[in-house]
Nanobody
Framework: QVHVVESGGGLVQAGGSLRLSCSAS????????MGWYRQAPGKQRELVAV???????NYADSVKGRFTISRHNAKNTVYLQMNSLKSEDTAVYYC???????????????WGKGTLVTVSS
């Protein structure tokens, strides 16, 4: 069993910053990619940023230059630093981890329950 828990959401004014954290725990051998997704009201869940175990990153065009994803492999933790926030960044942010339970197993996706980020204009 693997648990993924996000923290750090809240209410912030446009132009402000927030830092989200996500930790995975449980039966973890290693974690491949970890990522952040978001879902705004009435919209589909979308990728925000993803980072591999080797540190390669990929960002949605809408957040490039404003958001930075990072991770601490030994702590099974991923962060999302969000700067210059806009009202359109308002959403529930979900953490995803591609977890290997053993050395010769396939990765399985685990999701957190989400943390709400509200940006007021």
């Amino acid at each position: 069993q693997v648990h993924v828990v996000e923290s750090g959401g809240g209410l912030v004014q446009a132009g402000g910053s927030l830092r989200l954290s996500c930790s995975a725990s449980g039966s973890i051998f290693s974690i491949n990619a970890m990522g952040w997704y978001r879902q705004a009201p009435g919209k589909q869940r979308e990728l925000v940023a993803v980072i591999t175990s080797g540190g390669n990153t990929n960002y949605a065009d809408s957040v490039k230059g404003r958001f930075t994803i990072s991770r601490h492999n030994a702590k099974n933790t991923v962060y999302l630093q969000m700067n210059s926030l806009k009202s359109e960044d308002t959403a529930v942010y979900y953490c995803n981890a591609d977890v290997l339970g053993g050395p010769n197993t396939d990765g399985m996706d685990y999701w957190g329950k989400g943390t709400l980020v509200t940006v007021s204009s």
